[in-house]
């Protein structure tokens, strides 16, 4: 008999790898890993577990990853929508983040969007702002993995003057934390059209020398690329390939105006792509070509955005919403199946990441970020297919337990590494400032 | 001083009429009517409530309005997705419900689907579906208000042989419940597809005699109207509009397909439509022109069609894609505002429906059919606007207590009037036959 520290046997368990949903099994857990996934009668031939813990009603899956989010913006969550693009960032997001922006300010937002993200059952995610000190604090307080983006522009904000002051800046805060089991670190210039050739060229040497993913945001807007063919004489992402900064460990947000030429760069060199279904919605800014991605072999994960374009920090919604999207926006009821959907929202998140080999699904060997969702209830009755279930039914509140790396972080729908109410309260206190 | 039976206090009250939300009022509620809106000083002073309750981090607005659901199909929640829609019709629903649908399966499918709507905040649905007698019945014993369409079609079934017959059985199970309360009729001739001519003749005939409103599925897919262009030399709308079906009470549902001159029909002869982005989406129909319609004056409802095209009965969830969608498909992020997909989901229902002068709005006189949203936590911090939070930030998870009619159905998230395990118990025997 192998003795491991947790066992648990949930009604189903959707592994991700293999595809589908296993009655009948255990998830066994040990110094924060995944040991065995196994049907029940085999756990209790060869597994000794000092917790046991019984699910009647749940699945059990990977944690959701939220591959592209502004964690610390959830203090902006709804103070303007409905609004132009322009408009909304002009007189209403950029002179709050001007005057207000400093480190309490992005550990009190990023608290707040960890415990909304546990609690709705996301166990990773990438982070891109100011103060990145600030939000891993946030992050390993409460127990959320994640990883930083180093943010770059050649425009001076409250946080730092020029490229090479947001590099050091942001280098600096990664040599700090770099041994932080949960935390994980990524070169983030702005986006092509905030960001230049030279700090481009900066940006690649550096990512290549510290073998750091780069991400992002490209062609959000038909404005964008149409002004970088004006400009650069080709698109968005073209001019970044010229640059050097295509490849594996590329990652790019949101991918709305990409054109067959960019899809084929994006599939030939094997960039990701974070897909944001209800922020490029809100904003008007288009439908990304999330069917055709996915078709040209493009790994394509999911992000909910900041909660300033959003409201919600979902990935629950990010996932039923992106489904629902490649259909209507291809008149095809088979694109984008639940499954594809679970998948983006999990295993391809960890991958656009470089985080598969640690988290995304429940294979041996695996850090244990998983969580359980209640399917019991009148909106979940009958159940057909937990995955269909997972995707169109049901959404972040039928999580019921969240574990990161093995630790319970959320306990029978009760976030155990924060009072939740007092990180309310301190959102409460930033509404008075910024109303 | 007036007595009254009921005040209740909440953080917000958003009435819908006037748009916007209230703070420090209260609402006063007599033999199941709603008897003021006003400060809660002018309340103390004006009224004694037998009894009084607080909800000091709640929303109370009046209960959403579903304009469109197959209530039964709840039972086939989930059985098929992600299908074309004539694999999905042709060997997935018409074949179950050829053989299990009767009026045991229409009970059981309509109560689990007044737990859903009821728990999720809808106080009234608009139901179309055979045995509207068990339906009637289900939503009698739970307390939910509905409109029952009398379905009418030119095939035979196993409820009627033809069109006479369909009539003839509707129209008396009209006759027998016609007194009730919470219930109300309409005419529902299945789509221009399936009614030949002379049957709409007769259908129209009814309608004005017996004054009773008339929906259809109109222009849910293209190939609908390229067929109708076909054999009938004119868009489905024109020739029901030839047919003398046009006017203030008819309900169009879906209106995906409708082009300029359809448009300005529907505003022009005071027509309502009923949107439902998420079943048009599931299927891969299209995407509804809901912004034009509006913007030409025609009342836009929403609906969630059946759970077994969507697969929630949740009109929360159809706000936030109303809106969201309305601004994906213009470009423009200020189409659909917050308030617009609210009205929707309420007062527009109760338009549709030939009820609001009893329900869609908290104003006096009306019917108390009201709900309580709950913004504290995580997912809800900061809140700068109810009514934004209420779109786009929180879903039906946030609704705590219904009432209809006065009747509190639902009281601290716990069904009153049936148990909700028992209903979930007979949705799992059905889903034992019907896999």
């Given amino acids: 008999m192998q003795t491991c520290e947790l066992r648990i046997d949930a009604a189903w368990v959707v592994p991700i790898e293999p595809a589908g949903a296993l009655t009948g099994h255990a998830v066994l857990v040990d110094a924060g890993r995944i040991v065995a996934v196994l049907p029940r009668a085999e756990a209790n031939d060869r ?30 969550r709804g103070i303007a929508d409905d609004l132009r693009l322009d408009v909304w960032l002009e007189q209403h997001i950029w002179p709050r983040e001007g005057r ?46 994640a990883m930083l983006g180093v943010a770059i522009l050649d425009l001076p ?11 050091a800046r942001g280098l600096a805060v990664r040599d700090a934390l770099k041994h932080e089991p949960t935390l994980s670190f990524s070169l983030a210039p702005h986006a092509p059209y905030t960001v230049g050739n030279a700090t481009w060229e900066k940006v690649v040497v550096y990512a290549r020398q510290l073998d750091l993913p ?41 991918a709305v105006h990409v054109d067959d030429d960019d899809m084929a760069l994006l599939a030939a060199h094997g960039c990701h792509v974070v897909h944001c279904p209800v922020s490029n919605m809100k904003l008007g800014c288009g439908i990304a070509p ?3 991605l996915v078709q040209r072999g493009v790994n394509v994960a999911l992000g909910s955005d900041g909660a300033a374009s959003n409201n919600r920090l979902d990935v629950f919604s990010e996932m039923r919403i992106a489904a629902l999207l490649a259909k209507a926006s291809t008149g095809d009821p088979s694109a984008w199946p639940a499954q594809q959907a679970l998948n983006a929202a999990t295993l391809s998140g960890a991958r656009a990441l470089g985080l598969d080999a640690e988290t995304g699904s429940l294979v041996p060997g695996k850090q244990a970020d998983m969580i359980t969702v209640d399917l019991s209830g009148s909106a979940a009755e009958p159940c057909y ?17 969240v574990w990161v790396a093995g630790r319970r972080i959320v306990d029978s729908r009760v976030l155990q590494t924060a009072d939740e109410a007092a990180i309310g309260a301190a959102a409460r206190l930033w509404q008075e400032r910024l109303k």
Same sequence: chains 1, 2.
């Fill in 290 to 292: 999330a069917a055709a």
């Fill in 47 to 76: 597994f000794e577990s000092r917790s046991h813990l019984e699910f009647p009603h749940h699945v059990l899956l990977p944690g959701l990853i939220n591959a592209h989010t502004h964690a610390a913006m959830s203090l902006f």
């Fill in 385 to 401: 297919d937990p995955v269909s279930h997972l995707v169109y039914a049901v959404g972040r509140e039928a999580v019921t337990d």
């Fill in 100 to 145: 207000f922006v400093d480190e309490t300010f992005v550990y009190d937002g990023a608290r707040l969007a960890a415990a909304e993200m546990l609690r709705g059952g996301v166990t990773c995610c990438n982070d891109m702002y100011f103060f990145p000190e600030a939000s891993a604090r946030a992050f390993l307080d409460l127990g959320l993995r």
């Fill in 157 to 167: 904000t409250a946080y730092a003057a020029d490229a090479g002051g947001y590099l």
């Fill in 214 to 254: 780069v991400q992002t945001h490209l062609a959000e807007t038909a404005h964008e690329v149409s002004a970088s063919r004006d400009v650069h004489g080709r698109s968005p992402l073209s001019r970044l390939h010229e640059l050097g900064a295509t490849g594996p460990q590329f990652i790019a947000i949101h």
